[in-house]
Every structure is written in structure tokens, then in C-alpha cells.
């Protein structure tokens, strides 16, 4: 275990060398200042109507949706952080002589795999659970609005990252960093457009493009995650409003549930085992 842990604070020490966090850090500012600014305009215009007639309620309409696009970006910083942090931890390592000692003695491949998931995974899960209290302190500051659950979302952003963080080691066994980054961002996006399907799916009544967004919510649950995030925050809406906001922004908010979870830990721990079984066969001679 002390072994594992080193290799942990190792991953923190090499992302703050190759100015990881101060590249990320930047990022979230703009971000988190771009979203402050365009709530704050938005809360304005909303403000200036008249809330008569409306079947809608405009207000949290707005808030909901706005704070919907808030953990996509969130989504994408912290996958952005999972990535630079695990593209090249294996192979990348293993051509500069760095694992040779390592997997020996004291740790052994599967330790030194886990212990590298880990830590990027911590690193990352923490960063989006932070940045995703930021924009929603920010909404509701501005709003007044607050959605219906806050630790919810939260964890499930973190899975979400968790996932994509492991699915990066599981590439770096096998490609270059270059290549690994690219793959990364690719199945990212492939998430992202079976979410959209299903969205569209919803909206047309198909249920063939319904189904089709399904399957890639459990393929690659972190969307499956993301979309439960989305859902938990408006959980408590009721009527025609409930109906808009549940659409929400790149991906339809669904609710997963129990199930959801439980086949997001077994996906992990799929992906934690196809790494080890493949790092057993790398040959760092």
C-alpha cells in the first residue's frame, strides 16, 4: 500500500512538472468567468418579462439549462485533466526506463496500474467536484435558483471522469501519447453523439435512435453518467417546464439509477483488468 501510494503522489508531482494543473487551472478561470457573466446577462433579460401567461417557467428554464451547459464544460475540463494526466503513464514511462524498477520489486505490474488509475482518478474526480460547486454557486447566486440535488450530480461527474481516466491508462499500455490523447477524445466524443441520438430519439418519438442512445449510455458509461447528473438536478420539476429542462443540452437527462452504477463499477473494473492483462504481455526490456 505505501508502494501505491507513492506512485499516487508521483502522478501529482509529475503533472504539476509538466505544468498540467497550471494549464487546467487557467481554463477553469476563463470558464467559470465566461459562465458567471453569461448567467448574470441572462438573469437580466429574465427579469426585464413579465411572468404572465407563461406555461413555462422561464426562470428555471433558464437556470436549469444554463447550469446543464455548466457541467458539460465541467465534463470536458475534468476529462481534459483524466487525459494529460494518464495519455503516456505506461508506455510513455516504459520507454524512458521509468517502470523497469518499478515493476520488480517492491510494486509488480497490476499494483503499479491500479495505483496510476487511482491517482489520476482522484485528481480528476476531486477537480470536477469542485469546479461543478463553483458554476453552481454561481447559479444560484445570480438565479436564486438551486436544483433539486447537489451531491448526486456531483458524484456522478466524478464517475464519469473516473471512467474516462481509466479508459486513458487502458490505452497508454499500448499506444503513444499522441495516439492514446486522440483515442481518448474520441471515444469522449462518440459518448457525447449517442447521447445526442437518444436526445433526438426523444424528441421525434423514435425508437430506434432512443435505443441507439441507450446502448451508448451503458458502452460507455460515463455519458450514462453525465446524463444521470442532468436528471438529478431537476428531479423535483413538474409539468410542461419539467418536459424542457429534461431535454437538456448535448445529451437528454435520464435518470440510471442503481443499475447505472453498478454496471459503471463493473465497466471499471473491466477496464482496470484489460490494462493489467495487457501490461503483463509488454515487454520493458
Known sequence: ?????????????????????????????????LYGWGVSAVTDEIRTETAAG????????????????SMFGTLFLGAVLAAFLTIGVVRGDA????????VVRPLGRPTLVLARMAGAGVIAAGYTVVVFLAALLITGGFT???PSSVAEPALSLAGA????????V?????MTATANGIAVFMVFGAGLVAGLIGQ????????????????????????????????????DTTGLTEVVV????????????????????????????????????????
Do not use: C, H, K, N
Not at 501510494?5 to 477553469?28: C, D, P, Q
Not at 487502458?170 to 499500448?174: N, Q, T, Y
Not at 437528454?252 to 459503471?264: F, I, T
Open 1 to 33: 500500500m505505501r508502494g501505491a501510494g507513492t506512485i499516487v503522489a508521483y502522478a501529482v508531482r509529475e503533472g504539476v512538472r509538466r505544468r498540467v494543473f497550471v494549464v487546467v487551472l487557467v481554463l477553469t478561470a476563463v470558464f467559470l468567468g
Open 54 to 69: 407563461r406555461l413555462v417557467e422561464i426562470d428555471v428554464v433558464a437556470a436549469a439549462t444554463l447550469l446543464g451547459l
Open 95 to 102: 520507454e524512458r526506463g521509468l517502470l523497469q524498477p518499478l
Open 144 to 146: 436564486g435558483w438551486w
Open 161 to 168: 471522469v473516473v471512467l474516462i481516466a481509466a479508459i486513458s
Open 170 to 174: 487502458l490505452g497508454s499500455v499500448a
Open 200 to 235: 433526438i430519439g426523444e424528441g421525434i418519438d423514435s425508437p430506434t435512435l432512443s435505443r441507439i442512445g441507450d446502448i451508448g449510455a451503458y458502452a460507455l458509461p460515463f455519458e450514462g453518467l453525465y446524463q444521470s447528473a442532468l436528471s438529478s438536478i431537476t428531479s
Open 246 to 285: 429534461q431535454l437538456g443540452p448535448f445529451g437528454g437527462a435520464q435518470e440510471g439509477g442503481v443499475a447505472l452504477w453498478a454496471w459503471a463499477i463493473a465497466y471499471l473494473a473491466l477496464v482496470a483488468a484489460g490494462a493489467i492483462a495487457a501490461f503483463r504481455r509488454v515487454d520493458l526490456s
